[in-house]
């Protein structure tokens, strides 16, 4: 039997948007973070686990969503948010491939479109972005807005999701 570590392990994969960080703890997906944003050891943890089975998995995953041959992920994850935070986080694993909604849309979705500002900030607290595609939440008029990876790396994931003609998902 392999006895995988305690604590937080990482690995990082290069993708279209910048390389990302992902970290895992115990068997779970914990974090999704753009390389270029600041991360210190102790959210990393102290050990590298390329061949983390979580990690592999996720880094799989990724890799068929990137090259667009998956929409949706399967994988172990853990969200430590209050109940709001975590009921947001489940709203935007529902959100389909390729479709966007706005902050008022997810605030109907949890019982009262006027939420919206109360849901933007939860989808602001996403730890886990692109599995929990918070990219696909815009303003109310259609218009980009805040993405904590920032708004290039917002576009880039939805022209990726962004249906082609001739073949499904838009390739890079």
Request: with cysteine; proline share 6%; aromatic share 6%.
């Amino acid at each position: 039997m392999t006895v995988r570590p305690r604590g937080p392990r990482h690995t990082v994969i290069a993708s279209p948007v910048d390389d990302v960080l992902l970290i895992a703890d115990g068997d779970e997906l914990v974090r999704v973070v753009f390389a270029a944003h600041s991360v210190g050891e102790s959210a990393r943890g102290p050990l590298a686990a390329d061949d983390d089975p979580v990690l592999a998995a996720t880094r799989h995953q990724l890799r068929e969503y990137f090259d667009g041959d998956r929409t949706a992920f399967d994988l172990p994850l853990r969200t430590d948010g209050n109940e709001f935070d975590t009921a947001v986080w489940h709203a935007l694993a529902d959100i389909p491939c390729g479709t966007t909604v706005t902050y008022g849309d997810l605030g109907e979705r949890l019982g009262d479109r006027r939420l919206a500002q109360r849901v933007g900030q939860s989808v602001g607290r996403n730890p886990i972005p692109i599995v929990l595609p918070c990219h696909r939440v815009v303003g109310a008029d259609g218009s980009l807005t805040g993405f904590g990876g920032g708004l290039a790396r917002k576009r880039i994931l939805l022209d990726l999701e962004e249906p082609d003609a001739d073949d499904g998902m838009r390739l890079f």
